[in-house]
């Protein structure tokens, strides 16, 4: 019995030191329905929400969320809405419903979620809980049929960087960081009980065709596809402001080389003088000089992010367009016949 007893102790600390990474967030249908419910509520007012469940192996579940309160950002604020969420997990745990944090979810407007906020919120969360996830909710896209859920997290090496503070051209080119390396997208399955897929079993109809199968055959989408370009040019027009960061940093670095030569063919000159004078040479070097200052590198960062928008939105108006073009080829053939 002892033997049984430390061999089972011995595998949980095994497992606790080595743990499988992250490869599915199983989430309950429930959860689900009450993500959709807050943030078509308050759209297009971005809201927030804490999700709760249970980390087991390789798979994150998610079996409840329960949404925070819509309010202006103060100090006040923020006590309030750490003694909410204190409060809301003390009432879930006094009803035998899990309780314990395993991320947020968060509404977004057409996938314009990568920001710095999103970054800061997930290192805070990473202090206490070490595989958290974030699930991003559109409600935009609902009307065009598509479940928008996404589930996030930080990728290691990206976590690594951010903590170190340096994100110059030549860390990443030293690391092979590239913008896709930020996030990582984590495979979503929504699970049921048997008893709720029983009751979705009843309640689905007979009728071969409905009219929302129909609906599906609507072609326009004008209104999301203006909407996406305009967030496009706006983030092309926030990527050429980082541009000009950069080219504005060489400029000045270059300048300075230029400096730095000047003043030491000068020196040298002078040393040269004082050497054929029997005087000691001055150093090369002066650190006082401000042209030996260096200039601090921008971060590219804020670069990264904006170029993972400008894909999202490409991405996404690259698959409404497709999907348009095979919904007017079916709806030809069915005109022909």
């Given amino acids: 019995m002892a033997t049984m007893a430390r061999s089972f102790l011995q595998a949980i600390s095994k497992d606790e030191a080595v743990a499988p990474p992250l490869r599915v967030v199983q989430i309950e249908g429930l959860a689900v329905l009450k993500i959709i ?8 007012t971005l809201v927030t929400g804490q999700l709760l469940g249970l980390d087991v192996g390789s798979v994150l579940e ?6 925070f309160p819509v309010r202006d950002e103060d ?17 879930l745990r006094e009803v035998n419903v899990d309780n314990n944090t395993v991320g947020w979810y968060q509404s977004t407007v057409l996938g314009s979620y990568q920001t710095v906020e ?11 809980i070490k595989r958290c996830v974030c699930i991003i ?12 859920l996404k589930a996030l997290k930080l990728s290691d090496s990206f976590m690594e960087l951010y903590r170190g503070g340096n994100f110059t051209g030549e860390k990443l080119r030293e690391r092979n960081f590239s913008w896709m390396d930020i996030f990582e997208e984590i495979p979503i399955k929504v699970s049921n009980s048997a008893l709720v ?19 599906r055959l ?19 027009d926030d990527l050429s402001m980082e541009q000009q960061k950069f080219q504005y940093y060489y400029r000045n670095l270059s ?12 020196r040298r000159t002078e040393n040269m003088a004082r050497k054929s004078a029997g005087e000691e040479p001055l150093p090369e070097e002066d650190p006082s000089n401000p042209i030996f200052k260096p200039i601090p590198e921008p971060s590219r960062l804020e670069s990264f992010l904006i170029t993972n928008q400008v894909s999202n939105f490409c991405g996404q108006i690259n698959g409404v367009a497709g999907q348009n073009f095979s919904r007017l080829y079916l709806t030809k053939a069915l005109h022909d016949n």
Wanted: charge should be negative; proline fraction near 5%; include cysteine.
């Fill in 37 to 44: 419910k807050h943030c078509k509520e308050f759209a297009p």
């Fill in 62 to 67: 998610i079996t409840n969320c329960f949404p």
């Fill in 75 to 91: 100090e006040e604020v923020e006590a309030d809405g750490a003694n909410y969420q204190l409060e809301m997990m003390r009432c």
């Fill in 118 to 128: 999103l970054i800061e919120t997930f290192m805070n969360y990473q202090e206490n």
């Fill in 137 to 148: 909710y559109d409600p935009s896209k609902a009307d065009l049929g598509v479940l928008a």
């Fill in 197 to 215: 897929s029983a009751f979705m079993t009843e309640l689905e109809t007979d009728t071969p065709v409905s009219q929302g199968d129909y609906d």
């Fill in 218 to 236: 609507h072609s326009s989408t004008t209104p999301f596809l203006e909407n996406n370009m305009e967030f496009l040019i706006k983030c092309m």
């Fill in 255 to 266: 300048r300075q080389q230029a400096q730095q030569q000047a003043w030491l063919q000068k």
